[in-house]
């Protein structure tokens, strides 16, 4: 069967600082993968999404970058992390070609100080 | 632009009320929409897709193209019902969340 996992769970990060997020699933080949932030009142953002290994298609323009070094493996990432970049990050995956059903991870908790 | 708008961030009933969850989209062409679903300490799951016309845990949505409109429905709630619900409209390879409405169900 079909997983997917986040890690780390929570993080605390000052100003300034690098962000490495990383997603990976298990179980598929050559699946759609989703980065998303969660925000009260603001529902969920699309930030990036990928379609194949290398293809990263960037929905919102700002501190974050994503890659996908490998067909599993979906990594966010910022060079200098902002205050506004505290929030809840969530990965998702779904097959290719049915972009419509999309199966989450169970996210991470970045608080930016 | 193509956008999803949920209007209630909360909604609170009693159990065994109805509940309507409002959903509205712009898109020009004919849309795809879905709901999603939340429970807490679980992770988001697709709840259902407009275009399977399915009842799911007792909810229904119908796509009104007239009105724009993808509304969640079900005639008596229940207190698992409780939970974090998002409309999607789907967008080639992607899908656009509404801002979520909390539905609350009280004993």
């Known amino acids: 069967s079909q997983t997917i996992h986040q890690w780390p769970a929570t993080l605390v990060q000052p100003v300034g600082s690098p962000l490495s997020l990383e997603c990976t699933v298990e179980g598929t080949s050559n699946p759609n993968l989703y980065w998303y932030r969660q925000a009260a009142g603001r529902g969920l953002q699309l930030l990036f999404y990928s379609v194949g290994i290398g293809q990263i298609s960037s929905e919102v323009p700002q501190n974050l970058s994503a890659s996908r070094p490998q067909d599993r493996q979906f990594i966010l990432s910022s060079k200098k992390l902002l205050l506004s970049d505290s929030g809840f990050y969530l990965c998702a995956w779904s097959y290719s070609g049915s972009s419509y059903e999309q199966y989450f991870g169970p996210g991470t908790r970045l608080t930016v100080t | 632009a193509q956008r999803v708008t949920q209007p209630e961030k909360l909604l609170s009933v009693f159990k065994g009320a109805p509940v309507e969850l409002k959903c509205n989209y712009s898109?020009?062409?004919?849309?795809?929409l879905f709901w999603y679903v939340q429970y807490s300490r679980q992770r988001l799951q697709l709840l259902l897709r407009?275009?399977s016309r399915e009842s799911i845990k007792g909810f229904t949505a119908d796509l009104n193209k007239g009105e724009t409109s993808f509304h969640l429905k079900k005639p008596f709630a229940q207190e698992e019902d409780s939970a974090m619900y998002y409309c999607?409209?789907?967008?080639?390879?992607?899908?656009?969340f509404g801002t979520g409405t909390r539905l609350q169900v009280f004993p």
């Open positions: 407009h275009i």
């Open positions: 999607a409209l789907k967008k080639t390879d992607k899908l656009i």
């Open positions: 898109y020009s062409g004919s849309p795809e």
